[in-house]
């Protein structure tokens, strides 16, 4: 079981179940919308209960995928392909340890070019 929330608590989540490794997304769209890059991890829709969901605001950043925010503090959350039945949820939000490690960047042809990627983990250009 793992939990988390949202900056100011408007919004909060239970995981049931053992977490998978989370990766990077450094698109442009997961830049904008966290501000650097999203490290989440999918979780099966079932798994996941949201207390609060009234309180998220979803974006339509795509016809692909909707992303979930606190509309109160402006917590990135949640990465929904509606069509699938998984959820991605950033690994930020998760309160206490997660017992994960990260295991591949995603999309690194977008990254800003400020950092550089040096851990040493696959890297996607897509």
């Not at 079932?46 to 109160?72: I, M, P």
């Not at 997660?98 to 550089?116: C, P, Q, R, S, W």
């Given at each position: ?73 402006g ?16 690994m ?35």
């Open positions: 079981m793992h939990n988390g929330s949202c900056l100011c608590g408007a919004v909060s989540f239970t995981v049931d179940g053992d977490l998978a490794a989370p990766n990077a997304c450094h698109c442009t769209k997961c830049r904008k919308h966290t501000g650097h890059f999203l490290v989440s991890t999918g979780v099966q829709k079932t798994d996941l209960t949201v207390t609060g969901a009234e309180n998220v605001t979803w974006y339509s950043s795509s016809v692909k995928v909707n992303r979930g925010f606190c509309q109160h503090c917590s990135t959350l949640f990465f929904d392909p509606p069509h699938l039945d998984w959820i991605a949820i950033s930020g939000a998760f309160d206490g340890p997660t017992h994960t490690k990260m295991d591949l960047h995603i999309f690194v042809a977008d990254k800003g070019d400020y950092y550089e990627i040096t851990d040493g983990l696959p890297q996607n250009l897509q």
